[in-house]
């Protein structure tokens, strides 16, 4: 079934995609910056589904290690020396909340955001599709957010980039039997708000959704080659709302997540 990468592994919605992926017979290669925890993920699905898994540590925030991984994205099985085999899936998952807001908040933490979520967004996925159009097969899903179409300070922003682009690069790809996929997904229960220290208990159950059920639709959404995928009717109407509503509506629930 082929190889699929998944940024952002050990947790959350790129766990789930881990071993949705491994369940539908694909071999992984799985980053993230814990190595004993990647290390202990890749035991697991090996034991349970029987594919291949390798673990590249990676810290998408640090040039040379994103350099490192797109290095095995380029891989195109051709070399001999190398049993490798090419990359048939890119899922770019791997990101955070900045959880402060930009004016007095810390630099770091915003150039951290853009690294993660924009520069390794784009740097894999050229090393990707360079590959995968080669070879007339592939596709690219990349993990922005219902936030997106928010004014909600530079996380909201880093991911209408990944929306924008991901529409772009689709457009591109047309007719190259590669594909790109943009998920934008609501609140979903995974280890992301803890991570950053957020208190949501102003969510109410309705809000949230599950990672297998977010993972298991856009996997569908990617089988279909649909460019935008929404998981749910609820958010499907939210980001509905959010297109429609004058900015300056939408710029009032502003905040930074
Ligand atoms: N949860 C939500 O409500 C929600 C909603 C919309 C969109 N999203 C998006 O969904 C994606 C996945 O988030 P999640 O909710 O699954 O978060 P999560 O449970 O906190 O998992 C984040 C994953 O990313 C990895 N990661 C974080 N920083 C990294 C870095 N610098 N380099 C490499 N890997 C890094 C983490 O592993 P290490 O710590 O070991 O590196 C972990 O595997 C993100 O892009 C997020 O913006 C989430």
Redesign the pocket.
Known sequence: MGTALV????????LEFAWQLATARHDLVL????ED?LERVATQIRAAAGVRVEVLS????VHDDVARVADRLAVTGEDEQDDRRPVGLLVN????ATAQHFVGGELETELRAVD??VRAVVQLTHAAVGQMTARGRGAVLN?A?V?ALTAGGTYAAAKAYVRTFTEALAVELKGTGVTATVLC????R???HD?AGLDMDHVPDPGWLDASYVVSEALADVRRGVVISTPSVRYKAAAALLRLAPRTAVRALGKYR
Not at 7 to 14: C, P, S, V
Not at 31 to 34: E, I, N
Not at 58 to 61: I, N, R, T
């Open positions: 940024t952002g592994a050990t947790a959350g919605l790129g980053v993230a910056r814990d925890r990676a810290d998408l925030s998952n791997a990101g955070f993660v979520m993990v957010s936030a997904p609501g609140f979903v995974t280890e992301f991570r």
